[in-house]
Structures are given as C-alpha cells and as structure tokens.
C-alpha cells in the first residue's frame, strides 16, 4: 500500500523569504508523484508533477520540487513567495499509470507580509 | 464548459435525510472521480468511471453511498440516510483520459446535523 506524509500541517513565512513544503511517500512499487495547491474558495489546482525522467520538476507560479528516491521524498519549494501563496498544498502519489490518488493532509502556508 | 462544475456548494441536511450531490465534468473528458476529504485531511478516494461505466468503487465507506455516470458526463453522488460522520467535502474530478492530468471542481461541503 502507499502513503504520503505530509508533517508539516502549518507553515508561516515571511513575505519574499524561501519555503520549502516536506513531503514523504512510502510505496514498494513505482509512483507518480504530485503536488497541488487549494486557494480559498477554489478547487484543487495542479503546480506540478513527476513521472520520470529528471528528478528536479518545475511548476506554475515559481514553484519547483525535487524527487529523491533514496529518501522517498518529494520537497515542494520556491526562493522567495509572495502574499498570493497563501493557501493550502497537499502532495500526492498514485502507482505509475493509474488514475487513484493518495493525498498527504495538507501543509498551510501562511504568509506573512 | 471551462472547469469541472459541483452542486449544490453547499448543502445541510438533517441526519437520516438522503442527499444527491452532482457533478457536471470537463466537456469531452472520458474519466470522473469522486473523492471525499474530511476536515484536516487530504482528499480520499471514493470511486472511478470510464465514460459511463463504474470502474472502482472501492473507496465507497458503505452502502448508502452510491454513485451513477448514466450517459458518461453528469455524475450523481447518492448518500442515503445521513449521518453525521458523513460530514465533508464531497470532490469531484475529470481527466480527459484515465491517469492523464486531472482537474478538480470546487467541491461540494456538506453538513449534517
């Protein structure tokens, strides 16, 4: 079976300062590996995605993240954010070419002007 | 139409009542997901169709839930006779092919009391 961890449920930085959002799956099998963002009021959008190929995968909006296989991690991180990254991220994982997706708990990030 | 479409937004019910949350998908999109995420939780996964079949239902927690894609666009969320652990918000997602890039609507928050 798959799990994603999320540990960090709450995040608050300082406005044009890095973040980096943690991410661990456990999975004994190959994965795909995502990371979506909730705005208030709005439905879950994609920022970004790993199948394969290069480990370091760029997203919308600045954000980029880095898959480690050795760690089974899948950090979500951007060098400096903005007041609009206000919202909630969640990681996700699904076994390679398959449609089910399991969702971390989600990590607010709060910033803060 | 542009997005992937749910409603109502927001629906209370009394507990024994039966509910019917609906899901208009992307036009064109061949797959549909129901997923469900309490508060404090990431999205958890409910069911799967392809077109108008039910391919997955395994994420259904019992039988008062149901689901129906009868012409392979709107999908219908049936629960039966609320109670109040049924209490979340109700996620409906499309793919314009089964594992390819999925979008999410709004959600459907439902409360029962």
């Known amino acids: 079976a798959q799990s994603v961890t999320q540990l960090d449920s709450q995040v608050p930085v300082f406005e044009e300062a890095p973040v980096e959002l943690r991410c661990n799956y456990s999975s004994s099998v190959s994965v795909y590996l995502f990371w979506y963002v909730q705005y208030p009021n709005q439905g879950l959008q994609l920022l970004l995605k790993?199948?394969?190929?290069?480990?370091l995968v760029k997203g919308i909006n600045g954000f980029e993240a880095e898959f480690n296989k050795s760690q089974t991690s899948f950090h979500l991180r951007k060098p400096s954010v903005h007041i609009s990254d206000t919202a909630e991220y969640f990681c996700a994982v699904s076994l390679s070419g398959t449609y089910k997706y399991i969702f971390g708990t989600g990590t607010r990030l709060k910033v803060l002007a | 139409g542009a997005g992937v479409s749910q409603s109502p937004r927001y629906k209370v019910t009394k507990r024994g009542q039966d509910v019917a949350l609906r899901c208009d998908p992307i036009?064109?999109?061949?797959?549909l997901y129901w997923y469900r995420q309490a508060l404090g939780q990431g999205p958890e996964f409910l069911t799967y169709f392809n077109y108008e079949a039910q391919q997955d239902k395994s994420g259904l927690p019992n039988d008062r839930f149901s689901a129906e894609r009868p012409e392979g666009s709107i999908s219908t969320l049936t629960i039966q006779r609320t109670e109040q652990r049924d209490s979340a918000m109700y996620r409906c997602a499309s793919s314009p092919q089964e594992a390819e890039r999925t979008f999410f609507g709004q959600g459907t928050r439902l409360t029962v009391v």
């Open positions: 790993y199948l394969s190929g290069s480990t």
């Open positions: 036009s064109g999109h061949v797959s």
